[in-house]
């Protein structure tokens, strides 16, 4: 480790602290080490350096503050290979990237956000109406569910079922992609340049991402040149995609960017929200007692006669604390998408070098057990007894809840829609439903595991059984009663559905009447 940069773990020669880093579960590693070194620590990757930032005031005063010089992304060689350049997530803070995040930008702004919300609301329902028919399939009727909200809201073309070829395609690409990305499944390229030039046939990693972009570009420009022709028809339904189309000169947006801006926001969107809900399943089978407490107050408030609304949101104060229970629970990054620094930085009198890695350690942060009681435990009263839910006696002025959203120039710009997503389900799975766990053998309730979580750069629990059963039979019609009503916003949406899907639209809704 060079002079005058932050304390870290001791380093061996060539490698610094790289042979030290766990190829899964990294927050881990990285909070236990900020637990020794303190909330701003370095890390020596090889030649390189990364800095740790477990403490709330470091990543407002670097990320936030200085926000210009800590917007790049390390260099991701797979990042490069894949999308060229052009995924926003993984891209370097080029000309192309800041065109790129400023049309992102320009699309989810929360008043856009706001002219999508029927669409959220109705596959919210159509959400539920899924877990009442068939809850064992939660898992993917979640993933169904984040698909085909970014779906239509992006391209104005719904998914119907999980199986529908666009959700199909997009999870399987996705799989494959993200299993690419994940620490260990390739040589280490970035460190060890050289490694990019070993002959394709003995690199399965080449083969593996000339697929993936392959599998890539067929959804994410297919789905663009169809809403371009939906739009040329003069079908258009007011999508994000439309709004690009009709500005792409305004926003300086050629055919790649279109392409690839929309295609990594449905990774974005689906991912993220998705791992979030399938989390709150799980802490709600876990946790029966905050369970109870949710539906108390949602009983209180809302009733049995009608759906909860957005609006009901503001007489629910455990409601809202079990919303920023989940994201401290589970961060969805909980290391947040590394930032890296575009020029050399001093802090507290030590030296971050130019072209640092800088990662927010939000599971540090949300599980350091001197601010918060058995941070390991999901209890949403935390929150309602102090504002950032730190236990009593601690000053959790410099933490916000949306550092799971990142911080600075990167900060995800999704969060208007995600927190859309986010209110919207939570208020219907408590009214609509108990969450309960499975039951084994001999019919004696089975423990979930709540640490039980694939491991990446965005985390969500295994596939995991419970019982979900609707709260009572009024609630069940009425969940029925507001499907139906919900044809009117779903078939704006449903263009070129497969023989299959219109079955199964068509079933559905037959069946309901
Ligand atoms: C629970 C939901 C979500 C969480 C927890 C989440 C979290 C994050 C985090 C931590 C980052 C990195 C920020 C940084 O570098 O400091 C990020 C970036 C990003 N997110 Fe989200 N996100 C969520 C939902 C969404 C949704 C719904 C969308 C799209 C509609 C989205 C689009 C993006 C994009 C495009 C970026 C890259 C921004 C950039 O590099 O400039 N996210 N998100």
Known sequence: REPGLPPGPPTTFILGNLHQLPTKFAHYKFSEWARIYGGFYSLKMSSGTAIVLTDPTAVKELIDKRGATMADRPALHLGEVVARGLNLVLARYTEDYKILRCAAQAILTPQATARHLHIQHAESIQLVHDLLRTPESFYTHIQRYSNSVILSVLYGKRSPRFET???????????????????????????????????????????????????????????????????????????????????????????EMMGYLSGVIIETGSETTTAYLQTLVLALVAYPEAQRKAQEEMDRVVGD??????????????????????????????????????????????????????????????????????????????????????????????????????????????????????????????????????????????DVDPMAYIPGLTIKPFPFKCRITPRTDGKAEIIEREFLEATETFTKFEFELTPEDQEFVAKERATTM
């Open 165 to 255: 070829p666009e959700t199909a395609t997009f999870y399987k690409v996705e799989h494959e992609w993200t299993t690419l990305l994940e620490a260990g499944a390739t040589p280490p390229l970035d460190y060890f340049p050289f490694l990019k030039y070993v002959p394709e046939r003995w690199a399965k990693w080449k083969r593996d991402c000339k697929y993936v972009r392959q599998v890539q570009r067929e959804m994410y420009f297919g789905l663009l040149d169809k809403t371009r022709e939906r739009v040329q028809r003069g079908e258009g339904n007011g999508s994000y995609v439309e709004e690009l189309i009709t500005r792409q000169k305004e926003l300086g947006m050629d055919r």
């Open 305 to 446: 006669d009608r759906m909860p609304t957005l609006d009901d949101l503001e007489n629910m104060p455990y409601i809202r604390a079990m919303i920023l229970e989940t994201h401290r629970f589970r961060p969805v990054t909980p290391l947040g998408i590394p930032h890296a620094t575009l020029t050399a930085e001093e802090y507290r009198g030590y030296v971050i070098p130019k072209g640092s890695t800088i990662f927010i350690n939000a599971w540090g942060i949300f599980h350091d057990p001197d601010r918060y009681d058995d941070p390991e435990d999901f209890i949403p009263d935390r929150y309602l007894l102090s504002p950032n839910g730190t236990k009593p006696g601690v000053d959790g002025s410099d933490l916000r809840p949306n550092f799971v959203f990142g911080a600075g120039r990167r900060i995800c710009p999704g969060i208007h829609l995600a927190e859309n997503t986010i209110k919207l389900n939570i208020m219907n799975f408590v009214w609509a439903f108990d969450f309960k766990k499975p039951l084994g053998p001999d019919g004696s309730p089975v």
